[in-house]
Each structure stands twice: as C-alpha cells, then as structure tokens.
C-alpha cells in the first residue's frame, strides 16, 4: 500500500501556486539526492501551514561535465509567505546538503508569480549557461536566492522555476531512511517484473527484460529507493502499489520533463555545438566498424559534411540495428555531440534499401565464374578466354525495416523520450531535409 507519508501531484497551474521554490546540486557521488531533499521540504512547508500545490523533478543538459549525477533539480509549487519558505528551505539545505563534496554547490531560488524567463531554463536543459546569468534572472524576476560555496547550483534553481512544461511524465519515487543509504536495498524483483508487465507502456523503466536488468532500482549510496517513470500520475501510483521492499521513509510523486527529448534541437551535420544534444538526419557513407570494446562506429553525411554516429557497448542490442546500416541508407540520428561524435540514444531508418552486390559474371560459353583480368581490365574466363568488361549486379533484400529503434531501458537517458511514448515528432528543419515523402513516417 502507498503510505500516508505521499504527497499528492498537482498540475502546475491546477491550483493557485502564489510563489515557486527551486532548488539544485544538494546531492554528491558519496550520497544525499536533491529530489530526497525536496520531499522533506514539501513536508516541512505543510507542516509549518504553507500549502505545497506542485512537486516538479526538472532535468538538465545531460553532457554537463560538472553535474553530480543525474543533473537534476527540483521545484516546488507552494501558497504563503514566501520569506517563510525561503527560511525553512535554507535551514534544510544546511541540514541535509552534502557540503562537504568539492563537486556540491547549492543554489536555492524562491520567486512569487513573476517567474525567471523560461529561456532560462530551455538553454539550461538544451545547453549552458552562468551563475551570472542565473542571478541577473533572479534580480530581474525579484525572486529570493542564496548560493552556497561556488553557487553553481543557482542555475539549476532558477531553471526549475523557469521551465514550462509543454511535455511532461510523472516519477513516484520511493526513499529509505538516510541512515540505511550505505546498505543494500530490499525490492522485490518479482514484484518489480509484475508491475513492469501490468503497466508498460504507460510506465517504462523499471526492468530491462531484455538484458535482465533492474533499471528502477539505483547502486548509488543516496536515500532513492526505487523510482517508477510513466505517463501520469494514476499509472506511476498503480505500478508503485504492485511492488513489495523494506519500509519506505518517505515516497513522492513529480511531474518532470524525463522522457520528453527537451534535450534534444534540431541539427544539421557540420554546425553542431559541443556539448549539446541534437535530432539530425543523413545518409549512411561508410560500413559500420565495431572497435575494441564492442562499440560501433558508422558515418553519416549531408553531402559533404560528415558525422561520425557511436553506439557503445552498454546499449547492448540496440548495436545490431547500427550493424545492419549500408552505405545510401538514409536515417534520423538522435544523441548528444562530444568531440565530433554523435552517441546515438535513438535513429530512424527512413530507407534501406535492397544492398547492390558487384561479382564476376558467369561465362556464358563455359557457364563457370569468371575471374578478374586486373585493376580496370573487366574478367577472364580461365577456361575459354571469353572476356567480359561489366560485373554480374545482383540485389539483396534487407531485413533491416524501416522505423524507430531505441537503446535498451538500461541504457537510456533520463530525458530520452521512449517509443512506447510513440513516435518522437520531427522538427521542421528535419522534415524539410527529407526530399521525398516517406509514407510511414
């Protein structure tokens, strides 16, 4: 059963929200969650009579070299004083924020109903911005803040009250008591595999059938006890109520930007940015590799600007869809951009089309194989000198269909959208660079 200690999810605008609280990098590798801390404060702004309307888990810029984990950061929809809120989220921040981590900088952000530009928070999921610009925000919106230590995570504070959610999932996450985050955790795999199969695709993540892999459960030594990912909050708590563990201190239910591809802008090959993700479509220019390590390679092209696409070993069978490329086959390629790498979290293979295979032609006196004459000199028959210029074409059939294909669960991003979402919509730039009509799509 869901115990009395969960706080129910409210829509954003679904009730009066007179002031946002945000909050980012409370957490460490070594322990403590920022989504942890913000379930306590919901539950200490209830208890001192400040209504809690909205619970939001906002994540950011996945390539972030500096992020903690999972890069994210909380917001809170609340009634009240909003200098009262400000003084118990400093007061927990203190308490809970793992300060003693050089990589944990706390930023705490409390805005009324003028919030920071959404801009703000579209570059700070999509790319890279300032403390500096994170308070020039906080100044125009006369929003509350503080900064511990370097401050970094203001920028993540003023994004969580900035973002609009023009797409949103639900996360239930369920927390141990802190003092048992160096312990293994108790959930039951049964039950975890029962709520999977009652539940998908309205819920996604919680085991990798595939690969036999827990994916809800996290190895980490923070309060998360397990989390279940869906569509909304009615599918997220029903999968919750089938699963079985130790005795939760405190549960939650966000609404978030994960599995959406807020991340992801539309791209072309040759003007894309480090450190951003990107949807960009081309034609397959090279046989895909597969290097040391079980990684695979292949190249995509826009004429004459090229992209190297990477599919790594932890995405396991998704490998295989990369394997079956050609050279001529056009595809959708999504992932994020490092040092002129593409890694892929998802393609689609608009076209692919019957493989041409060149061999020696038949003799057509001798009926056997004939052999080549040499560089540019045709073929020879061996047995009765006949000679031939061209090579026999044959077409092979492909068994390679086209559509979307998908990382394993395992090995998707927090905010990659999955295809039991459905197909992800393409962006105008995109569509245009498809010539002609693709009927499935």
């Known amino acids: 059963m869901i115990n009395d200690l969960t706080l129910p999810l409210m829509g954003a605008e679904s009730r009066s929200v007179a002031m946002w609280i945000g909050i980012d990098d409370t957490d460490s590798p070594e322990g403590m969650c920022t989504t942890y801390l913000g379930a306590v404060l919901a539950r200490r702004l209830e208890a001192s009579g400040i209504p809690v309307h909205s619970l939001r888990l906002i994540r950011l810029n996945p390539t972030i070299i500096w992020k903690t984990r999972g890069n994210a950061a909380i917001a809170?929809?609340?009634?009240g004083d909003p200098d009262t809120a400000f003084s118990i989220a400093?007061?927990?921040?203190?308490?809970l924020a793992d300060l003693g981590c050089e990589r944990t900088n706390p930023g705490l952000v409390v805005c009324g109903d003028r919030r920071p530009p959404a801009a703000f928070a579209e570059e700070a999921i999509t790319g890279f911005c300032t403390i500096e610009g994170a308070i020039d925000a906080c100044i125009e919106a006369g929003a509350r803040y503080r900064g511990w230590k370097n401050g970094r995570g203001l920028i993540g504070a003023v994004a969580a009250v900035a973002a609009e959610l023009d797409d949103s999932t639900s996360e239930y996450l369920v927390y141990r008591d802190v003092g048992r985050r160096e312990r293994e955790r108790v959930v039951d795999r049964k039950t975890l595999t029962t709520a999977e199969e009652?539940?998908?695709?309205h819920t996604w993540d919680t085991v990798d059938a595939a690969n036999n892999v827990v994916v809800c459960v996290p190895h980490t030594p923070d309060p998360v006890l397990f989390g279940i990912r869906g569509e909304n909050p009615v599918w997220v708590s029903l999968a919750r109520n089938l699963i079985e563990s130790e005795d939760p201190a405190i549960e939650a239910l966000f609404e978030t930007n994960q599995g959406t591809d807020a991340h992801l802008l539309p791209g072309m090959i040759g003007s894309l940015e480090d450190g951003r993700s990107y949807i960009v479509v081309g034609t397959v220019s090279t046989h895909?590799?597969?290097?040391i390590g079980g990684h695979v390679s292949v190249r995509i092209s826009d004429r004459d600007l090229h992209l190297t696409c990477m599919a790594y070993e932890p995405v396991k069978g998704f490998r295989e869809?990369?394997?079956?490329?050609?050279?001529?086959?056009r595809i959708v390629a999504c992932g994020s951009y490092r040092n002129n790498t593409l890694n892929l979290e998802k393609c689609c293979i608009?076209?692919?089309p019957p493989l041409r295979i060149a061999e020696a032609p038949i003799c057509p006196e001798c009926a056997r194989k004939m052999t080549s004459a040499g560089t540019r000199k045709g073929y020879k028959c061996r047995r009765c000198g006949k000679r031939e210029e061209d090579p026999a074409v044959r077409f092979e059939e492909r068994h390679l269909v086209p559509g979307w294909y998908e990382v394993p669960p395992s090995a998707r991003r927090h905010l990659a959208r999955p295809l039991?979402?459905?197909s992800p919509p393409l962006p105008d730039n995109v569509v245009n660079l498809i010539s002609d009509q693709v009927d499935w799509l």
Not at 76 to 79: L, Y
Not at 198 to 201: D, I
């Open 288 to 291: 895909p590799a597969t290097g």
């Open 76 to 79: 809170i929809g609340a009634g």
């Open 198 to 201: 009652m539940t998908h695709p």
């Open 420 to 422: 039991c979402r459905g």
């Open 321 to 329: 869809i990369i394997r079956a490329l050609a050279p001529g086959d």
């Open 350 to 352: 608009l076209d692919a």
């Open 90 to 95: 400093e007061s927990l921040i203190e308490e």
